[in-house]
């Protein structure tokens, strides 16, 4: 299963043994921030954990429900760090979105058998807020 | 001024060269983390350009109003994650304060010569407001 200590193959199934927890961080990332948010969503265990600043979502589909409209608003990303080891990866970028410009975020995972299972990420969630307000009649 | 291939001297001078961007970054933590904030500013450079989500803070004193009053609110901290090379790291960690508990916080930094140099910081600032006006009369 292992393999750490060999170039990662090329054209493989992603959800293979012993890719590195930073490798599987970088092609969801990859994915998400090209709008390929089908692939970004394979790279997502069934039974995901995210602890987003609103609260914990427990499964695929109620991570889909969270980061689906975050993705279909991107209209910018630039990757401003990563860094990893087998199981954990943190990924830090920066996006515009449709409602919100400079929206940075960053991603801490933990990665088993090339799915992410475990997601902290942190955004400031004020400019959002602040972008709904204003868009409110009245 | 290099030394990136030997071990980091013990009991030495945390702001000489050569060490690791990582181990600037988190004897920065772990000072403001103690609430000992005077030491933890010794890692930060005089020209210190920080990214924080209010926008950007430049020089030592601005990002001293920024970061002092946090660490003076701080109740629990708890390092999630810390990733890093020669001249970058990437520092994630929960905390509570005095306003907001479960805050968790992501800092990219970039070291020269034992000082932070820059900053990028990713909070929530939603909790704070709600908190700042849950707390304003009337």
Redesign the interface.
Known sequence: MSGQDQPPPQDTAATGGGRGALETALAYHQAWTSHDFERAMTYIADDIVCQA?AGALEGAEAFRGFMGPFVRSLTRSDL??A???DQ?A?V?YDTDTVPVSNA???E?VTVNDGKIIHM?I?????PF?QARRAARPG
Chains 1, 2 share one sequence.
């Open positions: 600043p401003i760090a860094f990893g080891d954990t943190v830090m940075p975020g960053a801490c902290r942190i955004f400031d969630r004020l807020e």
